[in-house]
């Protein structure tokens, strides 16, 4: 496969029309008014043919691959489906989750996260924590508006994790359809069925 060359004219004299960059901001100011009157139109007549959101009372559906805020999946009683491993937290390239693990006596688990805490001013979104968590524990949720004045309260704890499963079922579904291709059972699966 061959490139094609082009060859960059660096030193060649502008006339100074060019160099007055009239005939560019002429162009520029066409294409915006062109753009404002076609908008205008639509929005008069009502036929809009653009992809416009009146945000605070129209949502987008993003996509099953968009990343929002962490949440730990909930179980039907009402604990976290962690079992404070801590390889989210080990996982974690900016150290923002914090796991303190403790023991339950006769129970179906034998550690549940006493403390677990996620600074979101911190997080980067990046997934590591869901893709190392081997029960499906956390999960990115589709929530992505964090925005805050006080840092003290980015500190989410425990119970502002805390989602039940079947809120999260369509990002749980796309997980296994994209680390699991074939369908196989995953280790979360194969440990609940037992």
């Known amino acids: ?33 062109s753009h404002f009157i076609r908008n205008m139109k639509g929005f008069i007549t009502g036929d809009r ?42 996982a974690c390239p900016t150290d923002c989750i914090t796991i303190v693990p403790g023991e339950l006596e006769d129970a179906g688990i034998e550690r549940y996260p006493e403390a677990f805490q996620i600074d979101m001013s911190r997080c980067m979104f990046c997934g590591f924590c ?15 508006e964090l925005a805050d004045f006080d ?21 749980i579904e796309f997980l296994r359809s994209e680390y699991n291709p074939h369908g196989e059972a995953t280790q979360a699966e194969k440990t609940r069925s037992m």
């Not at 060859?7 to 294409?31: F, M, Q």
């Not at 968590?133 to 992505?144: Q, T």
């Open 1 to 33: 496969m061959t490139a094609r060359v082009v060859a960059v004219k660096r030193h060649d004299k502008l006339t100074w029309v060019e160099r007055l960059y009239v005939p560019k901001i002429l162009k520029g100011l066409w294409v915006t008014s």
């Open 49 to 90: 043919k653009d992809f416009v959101v009146q945000y605070p009372e129209q949502r987008v559906d993003f996509p099953d691959a968009s990343r929002g805020q962490p949440i730990l999946v909930q179980l039907e009683n009402g604990q976290p489906r962690c079992v404070a491993c801590g390889l989210c937290e080990f």
């Open 130 to 144: 869901e893709e190392a968590c081997p029960e499906e524990a956390i999960v990115l949720s589709r929530d992505d």
């Open 151 to 171: 840092r003290h309260r980015m500190l989410y704890e425990n119970e502002d994790l805390q989602d039940p499963e079947a809120l999260l079922k369509r990002r």
